[in-house]
């Protein structure tokens, strides 16, 4: 079956520092993967989302990027994070009609 | 981007009671979706619909996707208080990626 994983499950970061996040899928080749953000008790803002290796499309304009190194590897970052940064990061992988959440990783730039 | 219109966005239930809530778009989709988030969780999958006039049923929860495939319901019957949580739904139409739309999402509330 297949897994997803988000790391870390939290962060608190200041304001200007860099960002890593990490996702990674087990158990399925070649998905198409998404970074969503989702502000409190708000819905889901699609950020950037990959069809393959080295493939990236970003929805929305932002000092964060995106990059997809290996297959089931999908990596957010930013180099100077800013207030407005602060939320709730879920990766997904999606087959052609669906798509899974991660757990999600909670960022607050302070 | 394009938004579903999701309601209502919340409810305050008593234990027991039925629930229902809908989604519309001035678009056609061509699958439905309905996820729960619990707190600090990402969403998870529980229903998926693929065709116009489908209803499916998984345990309590019931969706149909719209003959006019612009529009879904979901129906959970004799709610329990695990049943809270936010219910989103999501529509996919044809596009580079798959991508999904979401509504903004339905708060349920469930007074034991």
């Known amino acids: 079956s297949q897994t997803i994983h988000q790391w870390p499950a939290t962060l608190v970061q200041p304001v200007g520092s860099p960002l890593s996040l990490e996702c990674t899928v087990e158990g399925t080749s070649n998905p198409n993967l998404y970074w969503y953000r989702q502000a409190a008790g708000r819905g889901l803002q699609l950020l950037f989302y990959s069809v393959g290796i080295g493939q990236i499309s970003s929805e929305v304009p932002q000092n964060l990027s995106a990059s997809r190194p290996q297959d089931r590897q999908f990596i957010l970052s930013s180099k100077k994070l800013l207030l407005s940064d602060s939320g709730f990061y879920l990766c997904?992988?999606?087959?052609?009609?669906?798509?899974?959440f991660g757990p999600g990783t909670r960022l607050t730039v302070l | 981007g394009q938004q579903l219109n999701q309601s209502p966005q919340s409810m305050f239930i008593q234990e027991g009671e039925d629930v229902s809530m809908n989604c519309t778009s001035s678009s056609i989709f061509n699958t439905w979706l309905w996820y729960k988030q619990d707190p600090g969780e990402g969403p998870v999958l529980l229903i998926a619909l693929y065709k116009a006039g489908e209803l499916t049923s998984n345990g309590r929860l019931t969706a149909q996707f719209g003959i006019t495939r612009k529009d879904s319901f979901l129906n959970i019957s004799a709610s329990i208080p695990s049943d809270v949580g936010i219910y989103f739904c999501?529509?996919?139409?044809?596009?580079?990626?798959?991508?999904?739309?979401f509504g903004g999402g339905t708060r349920l509330m469930v007074k034991p």
């Open positions: 999501a529509g996919q139409g044809t596009n580079a990626g798959n991508m999904l739309t």
């Open positions: 997904a992988w999606g087959s052609t009609d669906t798509q899974y």
